[in-house]
């Protein structure tokens, strides 16, 4: 029987950067992933026609750049295993119906001039907006990476200044309460609003000011960027770093229990049976409603209701997967290939009705389909084929149909898929069968086939509003990674800083730490 001093459940990104940290102050540590591959939903494969590296969730990072494992290369991740960012000239480029764009640069003079020849005074409210919340981001970017403080201490936090007040403020807000607030111009309205969305919520239900003040300022301070090589490489890295110092990563190890004894995690069981003793931890990179009570039933009936009461984010997603002879050629202008994401977006309220869509569970009709465009290998060609891209579009859709519920998807996949491709049609000049050598289509029902961890087809794992972030995250019994068993941790997306590519397993190892008495501090510096 296999002994360790700390198991891990689910080598997704996260729990592989809590591992690699373990293994970093001296422990014994391994790993245990159900699928053959590693990463989770960061990960890279050949999903369409051989040579076409695809991301098959998480394609652009960047909160992950603003963590001390990436920023201060705590585990020498760049310097040793060769991780290398790639930043496009921007965030995203936005093509309207009459072929003019929006783009947002990461030069900030750009885009102000870019909104300006729509509205003067949107280009003033937004550079002022970018300057007013550039603080507020700091603090709280600062927050993500550690143990979240108490709920009520970030709140007297921001409670310090005019710019966290007016935060607070926006808290209890919508998104488009603000959008109507600073904004005059259609265009602009439409592209704050689409912005907004990037978390997974909808930008008229209260509580979403707070995103968009907040990803204003982001793509100023951080740059969207791409991994070269693929998102996965990060998780790769990872395991790499595990495996040269001594721990193990094992692929194909599905766990289908955690043992308890007198109240302590003491090992975990696989579905073919073998057992493997965790001496000091075990640790369940999952949403807690597969642990709760699937894997653990020593928990109170109080406890599981409560995880039951978990929100998922109230939309998931249609990605289509492509490999092209060329490039998308926007019919808006070349440099809408310049910033690392481009969307095609409808009018104004053509935009807001994609939402009402998706809060009534239909899928979209087809004048409400502007998916999300990436093209990676336009800013990093060793992911295709000489000459050859890869794209991503990822549409919006609800995973519980009105209609049949998530199975339905099998049905209407294809007929789903061909909206994407047809709305593509309207704003690109090249995006016909001769430019396309192979598809491939991810339904909502598809991610959790293939990564149950993705709950309900939640891509950035419960729903990412307030009563759900921070010390919150996703509730308040399980804000700070610990459970009522002794020596069972979670982390994950499900948990703080929240869902995408950050690396938030920083956050969590910490608590490990402190609970095992190893100084943090003493680990990084060594």
């Given at each position: 029987m296999p002994h360790h001093d700390v198991v891990v459940i689910g080598a997704g990104h996260n729990g592989l950067t809590l591992a690699a940290y373990l293994i970093k102050a001296g422990l014994d540590v391994c790993v245990l992933e159900r699928q053959d591959f590693i990463g989770g939903a960061c990960a890279t494969r050949e999903i369409t026609a051989p040579g076409f590296r695809h991301d098959p969730c998480g394609t652009v990072h960047a909160y992950v750049q603003a963590n001390p494992l990436i920023k201060h290369d705590e585990l020498g991740l760049r310097s040793k295993y060769g991780l290398e960012y790639i930043a496009p000239q921007g965030s995203f480029a936005n093509a309207f119906p009459d072929d003019c764009s929006m783009i947002f640069y990461s030069d900030l003079d750009k885009t102000c001039q870019s909104i300006a020849q729509f509205s003067d005074k949107d280009a003033d409210a937004y550079r002022g907006l970018v300057l007013k919340f550039m603080p507020v981001l700091d603090m709280l970017m600062g927050n993500m990476f550690r143990p979240p403080p108490p709920y009520g201490v970030l709140m007297s936090q921001l409670d310090q200044s005019p710019e966290g007040q007016e935060i607070l403020r926006h808290m209890g807000m919508s998104a488009w309460d603000i959008i109507e607030q600073y904004f005059e111009h259609e265009k602009t309205k439409t592209a704050m609003l689409k912005l907004v969305s990037e978390p997974i919520c909808m930008p008229e239900d209260k509580g979403t000011g707070f995103f968009l003040t907040m990803l204003i300022p982001f793509?100023?301070?951080?740059?969207y960027a791409f991994l070269k090589g693929g998102s996965g490489m990060l998780s790769e890295a990872l395991a790499s770093y595990i495996r040269d110092n001594g721990g193990e990563?094992?692929?194909g190890s599905e766990v289908k229990k955690i043992t308890v004894e007198g109240g302590q995690a003491k090992s975990v069981v696989l579905t073919d049976g073998e057992e493997i003793v965790a001496r000091r931890a075990v640790v369940a990179n999952l949403d807690p409603r597969l642990v709760f009570p699937k894997m653990v039933l020593e928990v109170s009936e109080e406890l599981v209701a409560k995880v039951n009461t978990i929100h998922d984010a109230p939309y998931s997603g249609l990605l289509?997967?492509?490999?092209?002879?060329?490039?998308?050629?926007?019919?808006?202008g070349e440099e809408m290939n310049l910033p690392a994401c481009q969307e095609p977006l409808s009018d104004l309220e053509h935009t807001r009705r994609e939402f009402d869509e998706l809060r009534y569970a239909r899928p979209l009709a087809q004048?409400?389909?502007c998916p999300l465009v990436v093209c990676p290998t336009l800013?990093?060609?060793?992911?295709?084929?000489e000459g050859k891209h890869c794209l991503y579009l990822f549409q919006y859709q609800p995973y519980f149909l009105k209609d049949g519920g998530p199975e339905r998807w099998d049905e209407i996949r294809e007929q789903e898929a061909e909206k994407i491709l047809?709305?593509?049609?309207q704003y690109c000049t090249n995006m016909g069968s001769e430019n396309i050598i192979d598809m491939a289509i991810e339904t909502p029902m598809d991610f959790v086939r293939w990564n149950p961890n993705l709950v309900n087809g939640s891509l950035v794992g419960p729903t990412m509003t307030m009563y759900q972030l921070f010390a919150h995250r996703p509730i308040p019994e399980l804000g700070k990674y610990r459970t009522p068993v002794q020596g069972l941790y979670l982390c994950g997306h499900a948990f703080h800083p929240g869902g995408g590519v950050s690396g938030g397993g920083r956050a969590a190892v910490q608590i490990l730490m402190e609970d095992m008495g190893i100084d943090f501090e003493d680990v990084i510096t060594k």
């Open positions: 793509s100023y301070r951080l740059p990563v094992r692929t289509l997967h492509l490999a092209l002879n060329e490039a998308p050629k926007w019919k808006a004048e409400h389909v800013h990093d060609p060793s992911r295709a084929p047809h709305c593509m049609r």
